[in-house]
Every structure is written in C-alpha cells, then in structure tokens.
C-alpha cells in the first residue's frame, strides 16, 4: 500500500526527528504535516482532516496521551502512534486507555514505523465503526442505513459520505475546503458550489419533517451539524 492520498500529521518538536519522518513518509507517498507542539497539533486537527497521527509522548506545552485523549474527546477517530522513549508497562497502558492505537519506543527503524503505519490505516478502514447519534439523528456507517427519528431516509452515496463526514466532526465548524478534501477528494475549490448543493439536498432530507435542526450554514465560514443550534444563519 502506498502512502497516496494519505494524510500523516506527525507531531514531535525534535526537528531531526520529525524532519527524518516527514522526509521518509513523502518519499514513501504519504501527505506529511508537522506541528511542533499539541497546541498547532489541535489546531490542524480541527482544520484538515487526516489519516493517522504520530504523536511523540513528551512535548513542550502538553503530554502527548493527554493530547491524544484530547483528540479522542474532539472526534477524531484516525488512527494515532505514539512515539516514546518509555517503554514501561504503566505508559503503554495509558496510552492505549487514552486511545493510542499503537506504540512505538525510541530508537526505533524508520521500515518498521512505516509497516505498523501502513497496517493501522489498513485495519482502521477495514473496521466496523459504531452507530452515530446526533439528536434524533441516527447513522449506520456498517449498513449505511441513516434514520430521522423512525424514518428511513434514503440518501445517495455523495450524500452519506456529507452527511456521515458532518455528523463524525458533529458540534464543529467544518468549512468548504475540508469537505472539498475529505468527501469530494479534491484539494481545489472547484466543487465549492456543488458543496452547497449537496447540503441543501441534505437538509430538506434530513431536516425539513423534524421542528429541531440539526445542518446550520455559518455565513462565509461553512457548516456544522448540531441539535445545539438554534439560531444560525441559513
């Protein structure tokens, strides 16, 4: 599997470390971003979206299980490697309780960071994900099966894709440019109208019927998806 459209944030404020990572991953095809601390970390994982994060367990502003249990409570649900010169049995098991799906200690060989990434993203898109509930708004991402209350509501399969990409990033702002990347696989803004399109398909789906609103367009920001807005600009 090469590392194509795949997007890596490697989180490491060593520059020798992250500079060997970041030089090795785009040789090997992947999309690579560093972010030397958990404070740029949060804020590109709230602006793009990517495929697997490696986070090194001692930064300068934060710890780095406690910046992936931050992600974990954010909704990010990548799959996230920590790096770390401890390899006592007490740190693995926090990280792994933080959500860590893997860990990795110092020194360590770039081949085998490569494959153990390589299998965290096979096996994170080969795995059954859990019912998403936002409000009376239930979807099924093993079935694809998405209901309004009791109410099956067919969408097609751009549609689920937006719907579903809204619902994962639920109670947060997500603008054009991530939907462009994320759904449509599309750096450019060449689908920006066909975005707005689409989420108007989505909301007279997915809303007109109910009293509560769950798709909000934020005026010249983007979208979010939430049963906590009452008052947005549509």
Not at 13 to 38: C, H, M, R, W, Y
């Amino acid at each position: 599997m090469r590392g194509a459209c795949m997007k890596v944030l490697i989180v490491e404020d060593e520059t020798k470390i992250s500079d060997f990572l970041q030089a090795g991953l785009t040789e090997d095809g992947f999309s690579v971003t560093v972010a030397p601390n958990g404070a740029t970390a949060s804020s590109k994982a709230q602006t793009d979206s990517f495929s697997a994060y490696i986070i090194d367990i001692m930064l300068p502003d934060t710890d780095g299980i406690e910046l992936c249990r931050h992600l974990r409570d954010d909704g990010i649900i990548a799959p996230i490697m920590i790096l770390t010169a401890k390899d006592a049995l007490a740190d693995k098991v926090n990280a792994f309780s933080a959500g860590a799906d893997d860990y990795l200690t110092k020194p360590f060989e770039y081949q085998e960071l490569l494959a153990r990434l390589r299998a965290l993203i096979r096996k994170t898109q080969g795995y059954p994900r859990s019912t998403i509930a936002i409000a009376d708004l239930t979807i099924e991402p093993n079935t694809r099966m998405v209901r309004r209350g009791n109410e099956v509501i067919d969408l097609s399969k751009k549609e689920y894709r937006l719907l579903e990409y809204l619902a994962r990033h639920h109670d947060r702002l997500v603008t054009r440019e991530m939907i462009s990347k994320s759904v449509w696989e599309c750096d450019t803004n060449t689908y920006t109208n066909i975005i707005d399109v689409f989420i108007n398909y989505l909301r007279k789906k997915v809303d007109t019927k109910s009293e509560t609103k769950l798709i909000h367009t934020i005026r010249g920001k983007g979208f979010i998806l939430s049963a906590k807005i009452h008052d947005s600009k549509e």
